[in-house]
């Protein structure tokens, strides 16, 4: 009897979707009370409208394609697709924003390949990458450290109704990596730029509690078996890698190794990003290239690209290379030679 060499043999996973998912939320659950605790009530009203969103667009598709709603959204899919977007933008940005992104993000990012388990690209950062290019001007106003506490009504007034308290000013301010950027491009050295206030201990005042909320989630995420460690491992590996050249080679230049782990949305993207099922590399070895791919472009990007994150970018990119990467990391088929 001959087998395929192009298929190997697959073991049925004894989770089902459902299963799968939940544990990622509650994962999150420790960054959204960070969040909470640090910057108020905004990050509360973003999860509830991007989940309202998902869950009504989810049901209105499955409506259309004569589906089961219930079973639809039962897999808790959507909600993730909504809860990790609108982790990734402005807390306080405006409610037409994450309703958009959320719908681009399943319609575009999902449905459009024909639903779950088919999509090439991660939906999340689909709408993400979509919002960011389409309104950049509220997706970069990003809560200062040291804003000042504002109310449920202030809250509610400025994300509905775009009302500004008095001090809207001191809300906002560039993040870390902003700062960095911009002022790397007007020669001043890194030891000056981070004895601005904007800097903590990490990377960024409060922000830097949040991606450690984000590590501790997804750690005890792969030791629950729910993500495989070697897509987080080599993603930030590789990072640290890169980061200690450049840092070894200009350190006035160059940020340490230990703040591109903490800045920005590098925890949150190694584990909750990269680690889509659906999108990222199947096999052992596929995900170690995976995640090391996403780790170069990251750094990449960070360092000489025109964004100061570049997380979604590096993810989209990859989910690219992860056909190529599946065919030449799939395991022999069993019985076939080596």
């Not at 977007?85 to 958009?100: E, F, K």
């Not at 450290?145 to 809250?155: N, Y």
């Not at 206030?197 to 990490?202: D, I, S």
């Not at 590996?237 to 190794?257: H, K, N, R, W």
Request: with cysteine; charged share 10%.
């Amino acid at each position: 009897m001959k087998f395929s060499t192009t298929v190997a043999p697959h073991l049925t996973s004894p989770h089902t979707v459902a299963q799968q998912m939940l544990p990622v939320l509650w994962a999150l659950f420790p960054a959204i009370l960070m969040s909470l605790l640090c910057f108020g009530v905004g990050i509360l009203i973003q999860l509830s409208l991007a989940s309202l969103t998902a869950l009504l667009a989810e049901a209105s598709v499955f409506t259309l394609r004569k589906r089961s709603i219930k079973q639809g959204l039962g897999d808790f899919s959507a909600v993730i697709t909504a809860v990790l977007l609108a982790l990734s933008i402005p807390l306080l940005a405006p409610w037409w924003l994450i309703v958009i992104g959320t719908l681009f993000a399943l319609g575009v990012g999902k449905h459009v390949y024909g639903g779950l388990g088919y999509n090439l690209f991660n939906p999340a950062m689909v709408g993400y990458v979509f919002l960011l290019i389409s309104f950049p001007q509220p997706m970069t106003a990003w809560l200062a450290f040291d804003a000042p506490a504002l109310s449920l009504s202030e809250t509610w007034q400025l994300i509905f109704f775009e009302q500004p308290p008095a001090h809207f000013d001191a809300l906002s301010r560039a993040t870390p990596l902003d700062v960095i950027k911009t002022q790397l491009r007007l020669s001043q050295p890194l030891s000056q730029i981070q004895l601005q206030p904007v800097f903590g201990w990490l990377a960024g005042k409060s922000y830097q509690w949040v991606a450690l909320a984000y590590l501790g989630g997804g750690v005890w995420l792969m030791k629950q078996k729910i993500i495989a460690w070697q897509i987080p491992t080599a993603l930030l590996g590789s990072l640290v890698f890169f980061a200690t050249l450049g840092f070894i080679y200009d350190s006035e230049q160059f940020s340490s190794p230990l703040f591109h782990l903490i800045a920005g949305s590098t925890l949150f993207g190694a584990f909750f990003i990269a680690t889509d099922p659906v999108t990222a590399a199947t096999s052992s070895r596929g995900r170690l290239f995976y995640g090391g791919l996403i780790g170069v472009l990251l750094y990449c990007i960070r360092t000489w690209g025109g964004y100061p994150d570049g997380m979604a970018f590096a993810v989209l990119l990859a989910n690219l290379a992860v056909p190529l990467i599946d065919y030449y990391s799939k395991p022999p088929v069993y019985g076939q030679p080596t």
